[in-house]
Antibody, heavy 120, light 105 residues
Framework: QVTLKESGPGILQPSHTLSLTCSFS??????????VSWIRQPSGKGLEWLAS???????YNNPSLKSRLTVSKDTSNNQAFLKVTSVDTADTATYYC????????????WGQGTLVTVSS | DIVLTQSPALAVSLGQRATISCRAS??????MHWYQQKSGQQPKLLIY???NLASGVPARFSGSGSGTDFTFTIDPVEADDIATYYC????????FGGGTKLELK
């Protein structure tokens, strides 16, 4: 059974760096084909894929956020991480981590999400 | 980016058929997936690969299409189906449609 759970700061100030953790079970990020993706959703709006990290260490970021995103993993502790630099109010959203299908790219499992508010 | 276009809302009566469309800005072959999101919850995968029912999803949900035009159908609609539905493509970097809010007439 795959489960994922996000954790984060809740609120942070503009220009700071957002750090999020995804703790998961039911799979290992050292196993071929396994990955974790990050997706966000501003309140009342749609979903935006941010980044993915795979078992082999490869990472893929949404080009629209350019170099503001960094994804990493701790295989031993079944965790994945997302950092977003230089946040502003537009980064206020619920952030989800999800478990993607390696070959065909759907997201079968999602965490419950963590709300991040950027405010001074 | 591949842009996915959905109608913002659809009003249906209980027991009737609901059909939601998703149009891609370029061909995604069959790499289209559908999610249901209820208020305050995370999205739930319903359909993958354009027409395949995800595990545990009732057979009244279905999907069809390929290339640029896709359809998601609920038949018949039940009260528990009131939610927002999103399409997502995985032909390139993942993108989502803007969502279609299913409402009761």
């Amino acid at each position: 059974q795959v489960t994922l759970k996000e954790s984060g700061p809740g609120i942070l100030q503009p220009s700071h760096t957002l750090s999020l953790t995804c703790s998961f079970s039911g799979f290992s990020l050292s196993t071929y084909g396994m990955g974790v993706s990050w997706i966000r959703q501003p309140s009342g709006k749609g979903l935006e894929w941010l980044a993915s990290i795979w078992w082999n260490g490869n990472t893929y970021n949404n080009p629209s956020l350019k170099s503001r995103l960094t994804v990493s993993k701790d295989t031993s502790n079944n965790q994945a991480f997302l950092k977003v630099t230089s946040v502003d109010t537009a980064d206020t959203a619920t952030y989800y981590c999800a478990h993607p299908n390696w070959e065909l790219g759907w997201f079968a499992y999602w965490g419950q999400g963590t709300l991040v508010t950027v405010s001074s | 980016d591949i842009v996915l276009t959905q109608s913002p809302a659809l009003a249906v009566s209980l027991g009737q058929r609901a059909t939601i469309s998703c149009r891609a800005s370029e061909s995604v072959r069959s790499s289209m997936h559908w999610y249901q999101q209820k208020s305050g919850q995370q999205p739930k995968l319903l359909i993958y690969g354009a027409s395949n029912l995800a595990s545990g999803v009732p057979a009244r949900f279905s999907g069809s299409g390929s290339g640029t035009d896709f359809t998601f159908t609920i038949d018949p609609v039940e009260a528990d189906d009131i939610a927002t539905y999103y399409c997502q493509q995985s032909r390139n970097d993942p993108t989502f449609g803007g969502g279609t809010k299913l409402e009761l007439k």
